[in-house]
């Protein structure tokens, strides 16, 4: 019980702090988001994961509509899933044990720091003008590897320019220390905070990787 009340006064405080915020960005901009919708009008919808040349800034509603996919949308339950599989191999925490009851825990666990991380990436990335996007490359070969890991730790600009993305980085560490609050004993040293960092970017990786080869249409469900 105490590990489920740590997990959910966590999370609920990020989505709280984050639905306030949102719902702030949205009211103040309202006007200029129509001006943006208008313009678009006549754009293609986003049914696929973006190329690189159909980069266009997002809006303040559509960063918040970014955020809600980011932490309800199938890519966060991708996430928790790969991450919670790799604590379950590694069999940590030691004290979750193994078996389904100790994946369910590690996928909790998991969910929660990915609401935490996600909140805290795109709030940065709104005060830092930052798009954590993926965007499909245009490369061949090789080229596409090395543009979809690099990916998960660049991002673009208002001007479409890519540079570290210190929001990304911000959101994953935060998540994972932020996390040792709810875990056993055994794992609550900065070490380990620094090892779920490290896992958590892993992951990114990851999907980066599905998203840039993977057909169209099962890309688009990971966007």
Same mark, same amino acid.
Request: net charge positive; aromatic share 12%.
């Given at each position: 019980?105490?590990?489920?009340?740590?997990?959910?006064?966590?999370?609920?405080?990020?989505?709280?702090?984050?639905?306030?915020?949102?719902?702030?960005?949205?009211?103040?901009?309202?006007?200029?988001?129509? #001006?943006?919708?208008? /313009?678009?009008?006549?754009?293609?919808? @986003?049914?696929?994961?973006?190329?690189? @040349?159909?980069?266009?800034?997002?809006? $303040?509603?559509?960063?918040?509509?970014?955020?809600? $996919?980011?932490?309800?949308?199938?890519?966060?339950?991708?996430?928790?899933?790969?991450?919670?599989?790799? +604590?379950?191999?590694?069999?940590?925490?030691?004290?979750?044990?193994?078996?389904? *009851?100790?994946?369910?825990?590690?996928?909790?666990?998991?969910?929660?720091?990915?609401?935490? #991380?996600?909140?805290? @990436?795109?709030?940065?990335?709104?005060?830092?003008? *930052?798009?954590?996007?993926?965007?499909?490359?245009?490369?061949?070969?090789?080229?596409?590897?090395?543009?979809?890991?690099? /990916?998960?730790?660049?991002?673009?600009?208002?001007? &479409?320019?890519?540079?570290?993305?210190?929001?990304?980085?911000?959101?994953?560490?935060?998540?994972?220390?932020?996390?040792?609050?709810?875990?056993? $004993?055994?794992?609550? /040293?900065? &070490?380990? &905070?620094?090892?779920?960092?490290?896992? +958590?970017?892993?992951? $990114?990786?990851?999907?980066?990787?599905?998203?840039?080869?993977?057909?169209?249409?099962?890309?688009?469900?990971?966007?």
């Amino acid at each position: 019980m105490k590990f489920r009340s740590r997990i959910t006064a966590s999370a609920g405080l990020a989505l709280l702090l984050a639905s306030a915020s949102f719902a702030q960005q949205t009211t103040n901009d309202s006007a200029s988001d129509t #001006g943006s919708t208008l /313009s678009n009008a006549n754009a293609a919808p @986003e049914v696929f994961v973006p190329q690189t @040349e159909d980069f266009v800034p997002m809006t $303040r509603s559509e960063r918040a509509a970014h955020y809600a $996919r980011a932490i309800i949308g199938p890519q966060a339950f991708v996430f928790s899933a790969a991450q919670a599989g790799i +604590n379950q191999l590694r069999n940590t925490p030691k004290e979750w044990q193994q078996g389904a *009851e100790g994946y369910g825990r590690r996928y909790g666990s998991a969910y929660a720091e990915h609401i935490i #991380g996600q909140t805290i @990436e795109n709030g940065a990335a709104f005060v830092l003008h *930052e798009d954590n996007r993926y965007f499909r490359s245009e490369k061949t070969g090789f080229g596409r590897l090395g543009y979809a890991i690099t /990916s998960a730790f660049l991002a673009r600009h208002d001007n &479409g320019s890519r540079f570290i993305s210190f929001s990304a980085f911000g959101g994953a560490a935060g998540s994972a220390f932020i996390s040792r609050a709810w875990q056993p $004993r055994s794992t609550t /040293s900065m &070490g380990d &905070g620094a090892t779920s960092f490290g896992i +958590n970017m892993g992951v $990114r990786v990851g999907l980066n990787v599905a998203r840039e080869f993977l057909p169209h249409r099962l890309s688009s469900f990971l966007r």
